[in-house]
């Protein structure tokens, strides 16, 4: 290691990422039962190419296969999520035991292997059956999500620790049920609002509901994990600084005003007549870490938001790469608010891969976007933020959403016609930082 390498707080914790959706196939196997994004994908039109994530990854048959790279990465903790609907193909009971089977499987090779495992209750895949009552909508959904949780916790709580309950509820909220990108792909704002406020409700009945019911030798760490993508001004005018700072605003307070201060800021008025009594006090439960994903910012101007920033990097998503931001987020929100420890719970980009005649995955894009965001993230902690660990965003290529199979997050290179897996050049670096449990300062050209 080098004089000038950027070396992490000792335990440190280093991971990747992944969804049950994205990744498990097997989307009817088992008893597993039909989700909003099995219906949503075997739509005509609503994804790219036709694609659907019946077998994605093929995760749920080669889960051993997947165990072993992240040994080889040299992971400490894998964050992956549970799915909703193989544990209750109906969304409540009665409980699919081979559902859970597959997860406690999960669990006791991960901890043999000296990998912490961090599930995440609801990355998205609603079962099919509560949308068909009326979805997040109805706040009868919202019992059977703490139900879920507590099933879950029963099963599994003995071993696991850390447990986050949501992932970014705002693309659940604004993509589901705004823009209609995402299942269940309804186009409507004030739905989108009452999703919101009842996604943060189930959020703090799952963490009643865990604490209630874990049964492992140290107390449970729970959390949620929130998108966050800042907003920039176009210019130094007054107009556009002051633009740029009431959208970020809006943006953060949206979630984190409800979870760390028990109030909604004062843009999301309309909710209040959806407010039940004791809704906020559970929606403040306390947390022990806040989960935080972040890939990009947004820049914005009286004129309209700036599409392409001159000089900037863009990934295959069309995001702009500004790591940043990142640093400037977690100094800026760790000051505005009372917080407990924070992981980067996602972190990545989507590029081309080049192979190289000798079969090597050639994504130095992604390896250059991987370690630009880990220096901010070093800078940070210089600048007091508690921020203790890191989960590339994702482990595999996998069924990105809307978007099918036609953007790679992954470290790790899949063939989705034989479902081989290589590690790409980023992966085998960040394997070198977790050895080494530091990032050189170089970047590769």
């Known amino acids: 290691m080098s004089s000038d390498s950027l070396r992490f707080p000792d335990r440190f914790l280093w991971g990747a990422a992944t969804s049950a959706c994205q990744i498990e196939g097997a989307w009817d196997l088992d008893g597993k039962g039909e989700s909003i994004w099995d219906r949503f994908g075997h739509t005509p039109g609503r994804i790219l190419n036709a694609d659907t994530a019946d077998i994605a990854c093929d995760h749920y048959k080669r889960w051993q296969q997947d ?7 040299g992971l400490g903790a894998y964050r992956f999520s549970i799915s909703w609907p193989r544990i209750m193909p109906n969304g409540k009971k009665p409980v699919n035991s081979l559902g859970l089977d597959f997860y406690d499987r999960l669990v006791d090779k991960l901890l043999a292997s000296n990998i912490q495992p961090f599930p995440t209750l609801y990355h998205w895949d609603l079962p099919q059956a509560l ?28 071993r696991v620790r850390h447990w986050t309950t949501l992932n970014e509820p705002w693309c659940i909220a604004v993509l589901g049920h705004a823009t209609g990108d995402h299942a269940p792909g309804y186009k409507d704002k004030q739905t ?45 005018s007054p107009k556009d600084q002051a633009l740029a700072e009431k959208t970020w605003r ?3 307070s949206y979630f984190m005003d409800p979870i760390f201060r028990g109030i909604y800021p004062e843009s999301l008025s309309k909710i209040k007549s959806h407010i039940r009594t004791g809704d906020l006090e559970l929606i403040a439960t306390q947390l022990d870490f806040l989960g935080l994903n972040y890939y990009s910012r947004t820049v914005l101007g009286i004129k309209g938001k700036v599409e392409v920033v001159p000089g900037s990097q863009y990934t295959e998503m069309g995001w702009e790469v500004h790591p940043v931001s990142l640093r400037k987020l977690l100094v800026k929100f760790s000051k505005d608010y009372h917080l407990p420890p924070i992981y980067i719970t996602e972190n990545g980009a989507a590029f081309s891969d080049q192979s190289s005649p000798d079969g090597r995955i050639l994504d130095f894009a992604r390896l250059n976007y991987l370690r630009d965001h880990l220096e901010q993230a070093w800078l940070a902690i210089q600048d007091g933020v508690d921020l203790r660990g890191y989960f590339a965003w994702s482990l595999l290529d996998n069924f990105e959403w809307a978007h099918g199979y036609s953007k790679r997050f992954g470290i790790v290179h899949v063939d989705f016609a034989n479902q081989k897996r290589t590690i790409k050049e980023s992966g085998r670096w960040y394997a070198s930082v977790i050895k080494q449990n530091a990032v050189e300062s170089s970047r590769f050209a």
């Open 192 to 236: 989108a609002i009452v999703v919101g406020h009842n996604l943060l409700v189930a959020h703090g009945l799952a963490c009643q509901a865990i604490r209630a019911t874990a049964c492992g030798p140290d107390k449970p760490q729970l959390g949620i994990a929130l998108i966050f993508t800042p907003t920039d001004p176009a210019s130094d």
């Open 67 to 73: 165990v072993d790279l992240m040994v080889e990465l």
């Open 250 to 252: 809006e943006d953060l």
């Open 131 to 158: 949308q068909e009552t009326g979805g997040w909508t109805n706040r009868d959904v919202v019992k059977r999500f703490a139900e879920y949780a507590e099933v879950v916790a029963q099963r599994l709580s003995d």
